[in-house]
Nanobody
């Protein structure tokens, strides 16, 4: 069983920064992909960013809407996944979820196997 718990959300102003954390527990994550998704009110869950648990920093992916502003990282020793969010915009307002897929990279949320409960990020104008 894999369990994920997000934290670090909050209310900020446009242009501010936040760092989200996700504690990952369970079996080995070799060959897995770790990802962040977000879901705004009335919207479908959308892909934000993903990273291979095994590979180096070259093996990551970002949605166009966040590229250059958000950075995904992980600590394999502490079993932590992070999302550094800079230059936040009101359109970034959403519940942010960390997720794990037991397979290759994909942006489809229904292809991910494990989910956290989410953490709210609200960005005011």
């Amino acid at each position: 069983q894999v369990q994920l718990v997000e934290s670090g959300g909050g209310l900020v102003q446009a242009g501010d920064s936040l760092r989200l954390s996700c504690v990952v527990s369970g079996r080995t994550f070799s060959g897995h992909y770790m990802a962040w998704f977000r879901q705004a009110p009335g919207k479908e869950r959308e892909f934000v960013t993903a990273i291979s648990w095994d590979s180096g920093n070259s093996n990551w992916h970002y949605a166009d809407s966040v590229k250059g502003r958000f950075t995904i990282s992980r600590d394999n020793v502490k079993n932590m996944l992070y999302l550094q969010m800079n230059s936040l915009k009101p359109e970034d307002t959403a519940v942010y979820y960390c997720a794990v897929r037991r397979g290759a990279y994909t942006v489809s949320p229904d292809r991910y196997d494990y989910w956290g409960q989410g953490t709210q990020v609200t960005v005011s104008s």
